[in-house]
């Protein structure tokens, strides 16, 4: 009976509506500005911004001590009456490009931002070269048969 019901469960799995979780954001209440347009535009910039502990969470999501203060140095800069802009250049000088979750496409970030689409197409390339050898050599030439050989098969097949 476990069994039929486990049975039942995986078959109508696929069936039931997936919900994913909100992510929990870990801006902290003291962190909050109390003007909206500034609240606004400080987590706009740290979704941006990539937390240097967790790696694949912005600072707006992490719970990381650096994260912690990296929303709060934002938020600093924007009250001095930074642009977004200058905000952003203020913490990539100080912590590096690595902090961007899209680093610009310049210089050696260059080779990284190119790489994949090259490598696509040379694959493409190489697959297409592949299948169309392939094709070709598939098949062998037709050869006439000689003399003898056409008499040979004769003799078989009239047997």
Not at 37 to 45: D, K
Not at 59 to 82: P, Q
Not at 83 to 100: F, H, M, P
């Amino acid at each position: 009976m476990k069994r039929l019901m486990l049975i039942l469960a995986l078959m109508l799995a696929p069936l039931l509506p997936v919900v994913a979780p909100a992510p929990a954001l870990a801006v902290q209440p003291d962190e909050v500005l109390p003007d909206p347009v500034l609240e606004a535009r400080a987590r706009a910039l740290s979704k941006v911004l990539r937390c240097p502990v967790c790696q694949s969470e912005n600072i707006d999501e992490s719970n990381a001590e650096v994260s912690r203060d990296l929303r709060i140095l934002v938020r600093e800069r924007l009250l001095a009456g930074d642009s977004d802009s200058a905000v952003l250049d203020y913490i990539t000088a100080r912590y590096g490009e690595y902090v961007l979750f899209q680093p610009d496409a310049s210089g050696g970030n260059l080779i990284l931002w190119l790489a994949g689409p090259v490598m696509l197409l040379a694959g493409l390339g190489i697959g297409f070269g592949f299948l169309r050898s392939r094709r070709a050599s598939a098949e062998p030439p037709l050869v006439a048969l000689d003399a003898a050989e056409q008499r040979r098969l004769e003799e078989i097949l009239n047997k």
